[in-house]
């Protein structure tokens, strides 16, 4: 059993739009980010440094099967209209390094791609499975239903 093991939640949605709007959504993440998931999305604010900017903090609340998440983080890596990286500070780091968003260009839409790295301590995964599973599903889900309200919104 190893002690550490990662996993990659990831989730693709084909948008009729282009990077640059895609881009814009998130660049302006402190007003979009109620709409972008009613159900879920409390707050999303810039605590440091512009927006989309590496090096850049950031402070987020949303709920998630029923209980709220406190998030912070770092951008550890921007690439305009392409890649954002969200880094996690330690001890989140130690469950979660991050996660990202890529925009890839396809013919006159774009491709949006959440990704989540997820380590899985080996003992822990190993006792708590059926906790593990329900918490990896829910972070599923909430991404996907993300990836479905950025389409519906950006395609109106």
Known sequence: MK???????????????TP???WDF??????NYKAWHPEEHVLFKWTEG??????????????LNGKLRKLKGTI???VPNRKIFFKFPFP????????????????SNSVFTA???????????????KHMDEVIEVDKKHVKEEGENLKK???K
């Open 50 to 63: 512009k927006p989309m900017e590496t090096g850049s903090k950031w402070y987020g609340e949303e709920y």
């Open 26 to 31: 998130f660049y302006n993440l402190e007003k």
């Open 92 to 107: 989140m780091s130690l469950v979660s390094p991050g996660f990202e968003w890529l925009i890839e260009p396809k013919g």
């Open 115 to 129: 990704v989540g790295y997820i380590r899985c301590i080996g003992f822990y995964r190993l006792i708590a499975k």
């Open 76 to 78: 550890s890596e921007a």
């Open 20 to 22: 640059e709007k895609i």
């Open 3 to 17: 002690f550490f093991k990662q996993l990659v939640l990831k989730d693709s949605i084909e948008i009729k739009t």
């Open 153 to 155: 919104i950006l395609e």
